[in-house]
């Protein structure tokens, strides 16, 4: 049984650049909410997406922007990248009547030079 | 402002010891608690999980006790192993629209030294 995954791993990129993260769920999962962890930090909520709607969102700007496909895996943009955007992502997917119960992938590790 | 506090960032126990982490918060309206572990290059890892209108969960050596009272909650790991050392994050879920948003703390590094 594949739990969530991500891709890709890690990622450069330049001031300015517009990035796309990956990520399935864990099976038999249907909501992806998506984090950003920096350094020595908690992982901070950016939205969450059930039913390829944004279900409800974190205190991020318009910069990011996410998708969920039919199959319910998901991705997260994020454009006219800042310095301050570099930090670990992460997924979590859950299922709808268990949506606090979250699994997480390894996460994309993102630099912006 | 931060409503999930993890006050101690780090933590070192004995092999077969107890660990007790500890975590605060401040939103009353939190209705589950979970605590995560984390390794390096990892993604956190789902450990427990506690209701809010429970004062106690166990699973195997981990046990999650809440004081609603005092907006308090612990993890104790018992016996600790060397395998247990990792940053561990107490997280908090609150429903908004329907689905369940998690806060995070700041996270406390355990090591457990054989």
């Known amino acids: 049984d594949a739990g969530v995954t991500q891709s890709p791993t890690h990622l450069i990129k330049t001031r300015g650049q517009q990035v796309t993260l990956r990520c399935s769920p864990k099976?038999?999962?249907?909501?992806v909410s998506w984090y950003q962890q920096a350094l020595g930090q908690g992982p901070q909520f950016i939205f969450q997406?059930?039913?390829?709607?944004?279900?409800q969102r974190g205190n991020f700007p318009d910069r990011f922007s996410g998708h969920q496909f039919p199959n319910y895996s998901s991705e997260l943009n994020v454009n006219a990248l800042l310095l301050g955007d570099s930090a670990l992502y992460l997924c979590?997917?859950?299922?709808?009547?268990?949506?606090?119960?979250?699994?997480f992938g390894p996460g994309t590790r993102l630099t912006v030079t | 402002d931060q409503q999930v506090k993890q006050n101690s960032p780090s933590l070192s126990v004995q092999e077969g010891r107890i660990s007790i982490l500890n975590c605060d918060y401040t939103?009353?309206?939190?209705?589950?608690f979970l605590w995560y572990k984390k390794y390096p290059a990892e993604g956190p890892t789902f450990l427990i999980s506690?209701?809010?209108?429970?004062d106690k969960n166990e699973d195997g050596r981990f046990t999650v006790f809440l004081n609603k009272s005092a907006k308090h909650l612990s993890l104790h790991i018992v016996p600790s192993q060397p395998g247990d050392s990792a940053v561990y994050f107490c997280?908090?879920?609150?429903?908004?629209?329907?689905?369940?948003?998690?806060?995070f703390g700041k996270g406390t590094k355990l090591t457990v030294n054989p």
């Open positions: 506690i209701s809010s209108i429970k």
């Open positions: 979590a997917s859950s299922s709808d009547d268990l949506s606090y119960e979250q699994y």
């Open positions: 997406y059930y039913e390829e709607e944004e279900r």
């Open positions: 939103n009353s309206m939190f209705d589950y």
């Open positions: 099976s038999g999962h249907d909501t």
């Open positions: 997280a908090a879920s609150e429903k908004q629209g329907g689905s369940e948003k998690l806060v």
